[in-house]
T-cell receptor
């Protein structure tokens, strides 16, 4: 157990629907990162939050949004889902990104859009 | 823009056959280079952080090295349980990690 908890582990939904993925960071970590992993693209950075505020954005679609709550857990909302959104979504956390200590990853949510 | 290229994409070894994985990178202001191991359907597991050229780190059968343009992950006398995808990532001026696509290692008994 890495200490980063992601729920649900698996999600199957239809095109056009909306889903919410949840992440609880490791105790003491203030930064949360979301990544998307598909077979041909590898790990793609979506968005980062630090202590409740958005810190950096990657190639996140406008249909996707995220937030980090006062208790530091984070949610990634995916709407108007398309078949191409099927992927593994990982959350990672770190205590201080500026120290270059790397991230701790959760076990991911596998999203299948049918 | 920070970039990471890993080679080969896939590598098959016999148990005990040592080899190396390559990670080439371009980054403005390297803060750290990271190696992760990922098993199928699971999250990446942290292995090493390297901060400056010339640095080396070891863990069991794995040894990571760093130059100004690339990093190597050396695997000595691998075992079947070393089979996994090995990911390289860099952290530059921004706080995000930029990952390569990985090298899928298969070690046959």
């Amino acid at each position: 157990d890495s200490g980063v908890t992601q729920t649900p582990k698996h999600l199957i939904t239809a095109t056009g629907q909306r889903v919410t993925l949840r992440c609880s960071p490791r105790s003491g970590d203030l930064s949360v990162y979301w990544y998307q992993q598909s077979l041909d693209q590898g790990l793609q950075f979506l968005i980062q939050y630090y202590n409740g505020e958005e810190r950096a954005k990657g190639n996140i679609l406008e249909r996707f949004s995220a937030q980090q709550f006062p208790d530091l857990h984070s949610e990634l909302n995916l709407s108007s889902l398309e078949l191409g959104d099927s992927a593994l979504y990982f959350c990672a956390s770190s205590v201080d990104p500026l120290k270059g200590n790397g991230y701790t990853f959760g076990s991911g949510t596998r999203l299948t859009v049918v | 823009e920070d970039q990471v290229t890993q080679s080969p994409e896939a590598l098959r070894l016999q148990e005990g056959e040592s080899s190396s994985l390559n990670c080439s990178y371009t980054v403005s202001g390297l803060r750290g280079l990271f190696w992760y191991r990922q098993d199928p359907g699971k999250g990446p597991e942290f292995l090493f952080t390297l901060y400056s050229a010339g640095e080396e780190k070891e863990k069991e059968r794995l040894k990571a090295t760093l130059t100004k343009k690339e990093s190597f992950l050396h695997i000595t006398a691998p075992k079947p349980e070393d089979s996994a995808t090995y990911l390289c990532a860099v952290q530059g001026g921004s706080e995000k990690l930029v990952f390569g696509k990985g090298t899928k290692l298969t070690v046959n008994p």
